[in-house]
């Protein structure tokens, strides 16, 4: 297997070799372009995120600043929206669903650093004539219609259920089934959500 299969699979890799450096630092500079491209720039904040992020569908909205580390790692379904500061390290594959929401200061983490300092620690690598570290990823799958609340951090290797939300503040570290209200460090399920939820059932939401 070559390194970046490794990591596709989920085994220990070398994230810095096969042009993997070159390719992050190519994505760093168009993060930092769109990040200074005022939204009022639609045209031109399109064309950065056609070369940042071409596995994304129509209508989606990122608020910015973002950060992403490859990109075309990440998947965005239609309609999805992220709030400022969205950070995708997407050395693992990222799929975010159809109407998405995310809110401000989400982190989707993939990468999965080893628990053993002797193992986590930089060496240099004598086949690549180069300083390196070994890592694996793990691959996060958000469904359709979540609600994704904010300065919520979601690990590698979790998927999060369709229509679900995530409260403000977690720290999703297992995968969280579909349809219900998660909350806590590390993230929970609270409860299902209901019926007894919508907008039918609070009519003291709206003026009169």
């Known amino acids: 297997m070559t390194e970046r299969e490794k990591m596709f699979a989920g085994k220990i890799y070398d994230p810095f070799c096969e042009g993997m450096p070159k390719e992050r630092t190519r994505v760093h500079k168009l993060c930092r372009l769109y990040n200074k491209t005022d939204e009022t720039h639609a045209k031109k904040r399109k064309k950065i995120l056609d070369k940042l992020l071409p596995n994304r569908a129509e209508d989606v909205y990122l608020q910015g600043p973002i950060y992403f580390d490859f990109g075309t790692n990440t998947t965005f379904g239609k309609g999805s929206y992220a709030n400022f500061n969205l950070t995708v390290l997407d050395e ?6 159809s109407s998405v929401f995310i809110g401000p200061n989400v982190s989707f983490l993939t990468h999965i650093h080893p628990l053993r300092y002797q193992d986590r620690n930089a060496f240099f690598n004598e086949k690549t004539g180069a300083v390196t570290n070994l890592e694996r990823a793990g691959a996060i799958t958000v469904g359709d219609n979540c609600w994704i609340g904010g300065n919520v951090t979601v690990c590698g290797g979790v998927t999060i259920g369709a229509g679900s939300v995530i409260g403000a503040g977690s720290v999703v570290t297992r995968d ?3 349809g219900v209200i998660a909350v ?3 993230c ?3 409860r299902e959500i209901t019926e007894a939820d919508g907008f039918d059932a609070h009519p003291e939401y709206f003026a009169e």
Not at 92 to 97: C, R
Request: aromatic share 0%; charged share 15%; no cysteine.
């Open 176 to 178: 969280i089934p579909a």
């Open 184 to 186: 806590g460090n590390p």
């Open 92 to 97: 693992g594959k990222v799929t975010i669903g």
């Open 188 to 190: 929970r399920v609270l």
